[in-house]
């Protein structure tokens, strides 16, 4: 079993729309999460943490769910540059060794 | 100027050969990472260090070396290089923040082709 799942898509949408995506993680005892953006033969990019109370950043708001061990992306109000993949990295925190699990990507296409 | 850089972008060889990637950072992190990905894997752990000569194996170390003889610098080696290491390879760095919060940042990536 993976420790970090997501589902690769691609999630097609048109413009404006509103879209959502999903990361489960294994360990129950993982203390930091992050969604990072990766575009095409790029690096990923941090785009926000997600912290426990949830987060909002402009069109974007994060949530973590600990008893159902799962984060979330929402984006408001698509826009075209915001065809990406989108990756959510998950962080074990044990012993001060802060291993990081990334998980495969969720690619988000937006459309006009 | 980016804060982690990473050389060459694009590099090509044939089996059998060594190669080196070189990594650096100038943003004063203790921790550095190097990564491959591969398309559907997502990115995997190839080797990480913590402070200099600190070096420890990831979850996909076997045919590959680290060197990490300066705070800003962590090399990647393939001995010989076999096609497979084909792939995307990805320097990270990290610090621990006084929370124990940590984040990861990325260079621009290494795309390497093993013939």
């Known amino acids: 079993r993976k420790e970090v799942e997501q589902d690769p898509g691609p999630f097609n949408v048109p413009e404006g729309a509103t879209v959502a995506f999903n990361c489960t993680y294994s360990n129950s005892a993982s203390q930091s999460f992050f969604w990072y953006r990766q575009d095409c033969r790029k690096e990923p990019k941090l785009l926000m943490s997600?912290?426990?109370s949830g987060n909002e950043d402009g069109r974007f708001t994060a949530q973590l769910n600990r008893a159902s061990q799962y984060i979330s992306l929402l984006i408001r109000d698509s826009k075209l540059s915001d065809s990406a993949t989108y990756l959510c990295a998950v962080n074990d925190g044990e012993d001060n060794f802060n291993k990081f699990y990334f998980g495969s990507g969720t690619k988000l296409n937006v459309k006009p | 100027d980016a804060d982690v850089t990473q050389t060459p972008r694009n590099r090509i060889t044939k089996t059998g050969k060594r190669i080196m990637l070189e990594c650096s950072q100038t943003k004063g992190h203790d921790r550095m990472y190097w990564y491959r990905q591969d398309p559907g894997l997502g990115l995997r752990l190839i080797y990480y260090s913590f402070d200099v000569k600190d070096i420890n194996k990831g979850e996909i170390s076997d045919g590959y070396s680290v060197s990490r003889q300066a705070q800003a610098k962590f090399s990647l080696s393939l001995e010989s290089a076999i096609p497979n290491q084909t792939a995307l390879y990805f320097c990270?760095?990290?610090?621990?923040?006084?929370?124990?919060?940590?984040?990861?940042?990325f260079g621009p990536g290494t795309r390497l082709l093993v013939l």
């Open positions: 997600v912290y426990s």
């Open positions: 990270a760095t990290s610090d621990l923040e006084t929370s124990g919060k940590e984040t990861q940042y």
